[in-house]
């Protein structure tokens, strides 16, 4: 079965004196999509612009990421990551820590690929640990082996044993044609990543692949085809998910966050116009245990599903 997505800490539980201090409440919270990273107990992933009042006057203090964790005497903490002017494995302290290959791993792939003997960030402690390169503190984000369990499912597919070694010795699994809630598929690589404390996902193909049935109702290859390419075919005998009711109408999916359009959001849907392309390679990182399936919404008159 797929894990759900937990919470470490309530949201009263925050350190709410310290986060005030540095210039920071909830709404900023919300609105950079930090709250529920630190409610997961992860490092944020937006730098934000924090600053103290000292003798009375306010005072800039950079930039940072935070993450909260829980103390000795069960009271949540906070840990403030400044952002660093250059990478963490370039400064004079890290000399011979990385080899020029393992930066450039860090600096490409975010992730070490593998397990070296350093500093806990969050104890200090030093063991075995899963590194990685945490981009918004250009720092060096490490975890003890011991500090996760390697799943047997990862969006519903289960994995081998080989899989799961290669996962906990830090490596990468690669899991395709992962089949989503709105009949789309998802292929990627799972890894642990210790800025999220848990198994990453990265999507490696961006092109729109569609499962062989919509709704329940089977397609033909030509018909995939063009679903695949955001055109628009008719389908019979789909199944409503709310009423079970069969019911047949034109489909197609939006193009640019593929989500499922029914009937009339089908045929008045108007394609968004792509913005220009970067030369770098964009990918999507999500957690991989926590799958969020959207929820299908019906309209009047037309059914769209995300």
Same mark, same amino acid.
């Given at each position: 079965?797929?894990?759900?997505? @937990? ?12 986060? *005030? ?9 919300? *609105? ?60 004079? +302290? ?68 080989? @899989?799961? @070694? ?66 628009? +075919? ?23 966050? *593929? *989500? ?47």
């Amino acid at each position: 079965a797929k894990l759900t997505r @937990q919470y470490k800490f309530d949201e009263h539980q925050l350190p709410w004196k310290d986060l *005030n201090a540095l210039g920071l409440d909830k709404e900023t919270l919300f *609105n950079n999509h930090c709250m529920g990273e630190l409610l997961k107990g992860r490092i944020t992933s937006t730098a934000l612009p924090i600053s103290k009042e000292i003798n009375g006057e306010k005072k800039d203090l950079g930039e940072a990421c935070f993450m909260c964790v829980k103390g000795a005497d069960g009271k949540v903490e906070l840990k403030t990551l400044t952002r660093l002017d250059k990478p963490q494995y370039d400064l004079p +302290v890290y000399k011979g820590v990385f080899t020029d290959e393992e930066k450039d791993k860090l600096a490409e792939t975010g992730t070490l690929g593998g397990i070296k003997e350093m500093k806990d960030t969050l104890t200090g402690n030093v063991c075995k640990c899963y590194v990685s390169f945490h981009e918004s503190t250009n720092r060096i984000i490490t975890m003890p082996v011991d500090a996760i369990k390697i799943p047997d499912y990862i969006y519903g597919k289960r994995l081998d044993d080989k @899989q799961k @070694q290669i996962l906990a010795s830090g490596g990468e699994v690669p899991i395709n044609d992962i089949q989503r809630k709105n009949d789309t598929m998802l292929s990627g690589v799972a890894y642990v990543d210790p800025t999220i404390r848990d198994i990453a996902f990265k999507q490696s193909d961006k092109q729109l692949k569609v499962s062989d049935t919509i709704l329940g109702a089977k397609i033909t290859p030509e018909q995939k085809k063009i679903l695949e390419n955001h055109g628009m +075919v008719f389908i019979e005998n789909m199944r409503n998910p709310k009423t079970r009711q069969l019911f047949s109408d034109d489909v197609r999916f939006s193009n640019k966050s *593929n *989500n499922l359009l029914i009937g009339r959001n089908a045929r008045e849907y108007k394609p968004a116009v792509a913005p220009p392309k970067n030369d770098r390679k964009q990918e999507t990182k999500q957690t991989a245990r926590h799958v969020v399936s959207p929820r299908p919404q019906a309209r009047k008159n037309s059914l769209s599903f995300s």
